[in-house]
Structure formats: structure tokens, C-alpha cells
């Protein structure tokens, strides 16, 4: 039987150490950063990384608390221009570079994280802006 993702690049503490270096730049870009309402993205964090953690094989506890994922439903109340998406990918893509994966395995990842930000963008740029 070959090892998860979720065990092959270290399991819980590298997920918490990806979600954390993501958060913090967030936290530090006034735009991508009004797409989250609440103050404390404590909880933003917590429940992206749930997820990260069952996408990949690790523990369930996404689903047990929240249901199944529907991120487009999820993300929907959302303005995602190719903008944010911008935005998002640049510091999660940062937060990748941190870990300093093994190639196969930071290829895999990109390579999702990079397909599912294109897949919840949902509002077009303003033109205007």
C-alpha cells in the first residue's frame, strides 16, 4: 500500500505551515484580504487547511464539520476576479515555495492549487478599475 499525499509531504504540520504562511499574506494584502469578512481569519485558516488535509488524504474532519466541500458554492457570495485569483495564487504559491517539497510532490500540488483557483473565479475584472 504506498502513502497518502497528506503522508508523503509530512502530514499535519506541513499543512499547518502551509495555511499559516498563506494566511500571513493575506492578512497583509488590503484586497485579497476584504474578500475574507471575518476579523480573525483564524477560522479561514482552520477550515482551509481542514479541507487541504482530506483532499490529500489525511484526516476527514472537513466533512465531519462541514459537509461536502461544493467550493463554488461555497466560494459564490464572493466576487473572484482573475484579479483575486491572482492574488490568492501568488501567496499560496509563496506558502508552497516554504515547504520546499520534494519535485514530484510540489508539482502535484501546484498543479492543483493552480487549477482550482481558476476553477472558483466567478466574476469577471471591472474594466473600469
Given at each position: 500500500m504506498t502513502a497518502s499525499f497528506y503522508d508523503r509531504v509530512g502530514g499535519h504540520a506541513t499543512f499547518v505551515a502551509l495555511v499559516d504562511r498563506?494566511?500571513?499574506?493575506v492578512a497583509d494584502d488590503p484586497p485579497l484580504r476584504a474578500l475574507y469578512p471575518e476579523e480573525d481569519l483564524g477560522p479561514a485558516a482552520a477550515r482551509l487547511r481542514m479541507f487541504l488535509e482530506q483532499y490529500w488524504g489525511g484526516p476527514k474532519t472537513y466533512?465531519?464539520?462541514?459537509?461536502h466541500p461544493?467550493?463554488?458554492?461555497?466560494?459564490g457570495p464572493f466576487a473572484v476576479t482573475p484579479t483575486q485569483r491572482d492574488r490568492w495564487l501568488f501567496h499560496m504559491l509563496a506558502a508552497v515555495d516554504s515547504l520546499e517539497l520534494p519535485a514530484a510532490e510540489d508539482?502535484?500540488?501546484?498543479?492543483?492549487?493552480?487549477?482550482?483557483a481558476h476553477f472558483l473565479v466567478n466574476t469577471p475584472d471591472d474594466p473600469e478599475a
Open positions: 498563506f494566511y500571513a499574506g466533512g465531519e464539520t462541514r459537509g461544493r467550493l463554488r458554492l461555497r466560494h508539482a502535484e500540488l501546484r498543479e492543483y492549487l493552480v487549477r482550482a
